[in-house]
């Protein structure tokens, strides 16, 4: 494990809206350690081609992730998952969209060794990034050591951690700004909790991290299984992280499989109550009780884009 208190420390300041960031006790924050962090997101070199970096798949300039339903990767392999925002993933519970990794730190090196994202051996990346002088420097000044598998996951979490997304008209008008928020906004944050869509999409971050089954991809053949593919429990067949809705209105296409094209098409999916299955939450099917009208529908709409802040775009 590479050494924790090497370096200056740093101070992560969360914008309005936000609580503190949560900081793993074994990888406090460095100015050095973001700075590595941030030099390794970018290198497609962490690929076993050269081709990829985690910045292809969740782009600053594309609200950290990419517009497409899913993702491609190395010898241009399709995988099956839309690529989540790296915004807020700070405060997740979990990674991944079936939750398998409990860490960013666990997250970080899970896509470099994945055969059809970066594909590339752990082992021989870090002997390949060893050799390079800049690399040698900067774990030196970040950690104290020279190239390592934990450093390289410790750094890239660090840098994510300061990829957040506050200040939002939503905040502003918590905050008591009553003209942040136009009306048609207003007007679909009082829909947005009429529906109960706060149980799931819960304040501040407008998520809990928590599993659920909205029946999306369980028409495919076979159906896409989401967290029972990590904790083999039949129950939890179909269920998916909830998404943080942050930054929504710029992160599209939806759901884990990206098979939603816009806002509007998730927004009528979900006050539908989600697509019918042996599994459907029942959070979902509460929903199917409640009258929409389109203006709702569109006013909702109006709401989730209030969610969008200030983010770093590099």
Same mark, same amino acid.
């Given at each position: ?13 969360? @914008? ?14 460095? &100015? ?21 970096? %985690?910045?292809? %798949?969740?782009? @600053? ?16 392999? $399709?995988?099956?998952? !839309?690529?989540?925002? $790296?915004?807020? +993933? ?10 398998? +990794? ?8 899970? @896509? ?8 590339? /051996? ?24 020279? #190239?390592?598998?934990?450093?390289? +996951? ?12 506050? !200040? ?9 700004? &009553? *003209? ?16 109960? %869509? /706060?149980? %799931? ?21 076979? @159906? ?9 429990? /039949? ?12 930054? $929504? +209105? !710029? ?29 459907? *939450? *029942?959070?979902?099917?509460? #929903?199917?009780?409640?009258? $929409? ?5 569109? /006013? ?15």
């Amino acid at each position: 494990m590479p050494t924790a208190t090497v370096g200056t420390p740093f101070e992560i300041k969360p @914008p309005v809206g936000l609580g503190p960031v949560p900081i793993p006790a074994d990888n406090p924050v460095t &100015a050095e350690k973001i700075a590595l962090g941030k030099m390794l997101y970018f290198d497609k070199r962490l690929s076993k081609d050269g081709t990829i970096s %985690c910045a292809t %798949c969740h782009d @600053p300039a594309m609200a950290w992730t990419e517009h497409e339903a899913t993702s491609t990767g190395i010898n241009g392999q $399709v995988g099956g998952a !839309n690529s989540p925002t $790296v915004i807020n +993933a700070a405060y997740a519970t979990v990674q991944f969209w079936d939750g398998r +990794a409990g860490s960013l730190e666990e997250q970080a090196l899970g @896509p470099i060794e994945n055969p059809i994202e970066m594909g590339h /051996d752990l082992k021989v990346l870090v002997e390949q990034l060893g050799q390079i002088p800049e690399y040698q420097e900067h774990f030196q000044k970040a950690f104290g050591t020279g #190239v390592t598998k934990e450093g390289i +996951a410790q750094a890239i979490a660090t840098f994510e951690r300061t990829v957040l997304s506050g !200040n939002s008209p939503y905040d502003r008008f918590k905050a008591g700004d &009553a *003209s942040a928020m136009t009306e048609e906004q207003k007007r679909g944050m009082a829909v947005f909790e009429d529906l109960e %869509c /706060d149980t %799931c999409h819960t304040p501040p971050l407008f998520s809990n991290y928590r599993f659920y089954n909205a029946g999306v991809g369980m028409d495919k053949t076979p @159906p896409d299984p989401g967290r029972k593919n990590h904790t083999k429990v /039949d129950g939890d067949m179909g269920k998916f992280r909830v998404p943080a809705l942050r930054e $929504v +209105a !710029n992160t599209g296409p939806y759901f884990h499989d990206g098979s939603v094209a816009t806002l509007e098409e998730a927004v009528a999916l979900m006050v539908a109550g989600g697509k019918d299955n042996d599994n459907l *939450s *029942s959070v979902l099917k509460g #929903v199917r009780s409640k009258q $929409v009208t389109e203006e709702n529908r569109k /006013d909702l709409v109006e709401f989730l884009k209030a969610l969008s802040g200030e983010f770093p775009k590099e």
